[in-house]
């Protein structure tokens, strides 16, 4: 898996702080009036897993200088998260509500994040050579350009730093659909970041928003995995053919039919295709993360120079083990998630 240097510095996540409320979904909050809060953020739930498996991790966020968010960096520090870099100003965090068990997709997520200090956030304050000194590979995702289009130019100024100094960057399409609110598609924001990356995670759908590549065209219910395993490899093709800089193309697929959860994820490098086992559940715990948890585990994967296909491996059974561990991030250890692997198609 050749990137432009093996990563040996700093791991460098790029991404808002979040405060998830979670509503439970019998309106216990409302009779017992209190809820429970999550430390949330899906570039944090990734700098979170990294550093738990050992790895030197940084993350850059912007949030209020004030009593609750030095309470908030000093549990950062704890888990061995650097916060050097952190940019004070502004006057809240973001907050997002969802209600227990359902999917960031949902209806049922409510986001509270405008005016924060990271969406006030604005290209020409941040000094990104401070925020990069020692890193040798940023990853943020595409929430972030959602938020606004200054957030959007805020990638693009650091990209174009990150990129000039040879960092190897990486992305996790995820979509959210109630943040692009500001006018413009996600196809005509994402693909001028997304030429700076040398991995890209998704699906086949998060594809099709985010960078108008039309590979989930036709699938209906009853398309069978081989149907998908075979759009995935296409796609990843197509991908690369676009964006030269990409070195690495991840899909993941998770389906709920009738209770029964399905899991298994796919890899592109090199020009060879790789596929995960699948994972099946009757139950889960918890949606939130997962994605983030299988994006830590690429990382974790490239950057300690494991084979692809031992890389997939583990960043499935992360992602899987993530659906039964309460909150946003994973608590799960390198040799527990080892434990977990399944091996085989």
Known sequence: MSLKTQPCGTILTFGELLLRIALDAKRDWLKKKHF??????????????????GLPTRHFTAMPDNYMCRELVLMLQQQNIDTSQIHYDGKRLGIFYLTSGQDMKHDAVIYDRSGSSFAELRPGIVDWDAVLMGVSWFHFSAICPA????????????????????????IDLNYRSKLWKYGKLPSQVMPPLVKYCDIIMGNLWAADIMLGLSSATGIDESEKKAGYLRRANLLSAKIMQQFPNCRMV???????????????????????????????????????????????????????????????AYATAAAFTKLFIPGDATTATVDEINKAIIYGS
């Not at 298994?264 to 559940?281: C, D, E, H, V």
């Open 36 to 53: 429970p809060f999550f430390i949330g953020g899906a570039e944090l739930n990734v700098a979170t897993a990294l550093a738990l498996w």
């Open 147 to 170: 938020i606004s289009q200054h957030t959007a130019d805020l990638c693009e100024e650091v990209l174009k730093v990150a990129s000039a100094k040879g960092i190897t960057i990486s």
């Open 250 to 312: 991840a899909n993941t697929f998770r389906f709920d039919n009738d209770g029964l959860i399905n899991y298994y994820t796919t890899l592109y490098t090199t020009g060879n295709f790789y596929q995960s086992a699948a994972y099946q559940s009757n139950s889960i715990t918890n949606k939130v993360g997962s994605g983030d948890c299988f994006m830590a585990g690429l990382i974790y994967g490239v950057y300690t120079n494991l084979p692809a296909q031992q890389t997939l």
